[in-house]
């Protein structure tokens, strides 16, 4: 599942390289939780958690039903 998840993010990633972020995978649990670390300026972004849930998540549970969540760390 980590390669699936990996070949969505590669899709995500210019969106959050555009506005000077980027995006990595930090672990996939056996529950279907992606765990990622957003970096740059999305690392420090007060939007950050609307990024993650409303963009992020959307993405990857639309591409892979099997994910529950998706945290930051």
Known sequence: ???KVEAALK????????????????EV????VVKVKLT???GS????QMTLKMG???????EIPEIKSVEAV
Do not use: F, Y
Not at 16 to 25: A, K, P, T, Y
């Open 1 to 3: 599942m980590k390669e």
């Open 11 to 26: 899709k995500i990633r210019p969106m959050l390289e555009r506005d000077g972020g980027n995006i990595e995978l930090v």
């Open 45 to 48: 972004c007060p939007m950050s």
């Open 29 to 32: 649990t056996p529950a279907g």
């Open 56 to 62: 992020v998540e959307r993405v990857l549970r639309q």
């Open 40 to 42: 740059g300026a999305c």
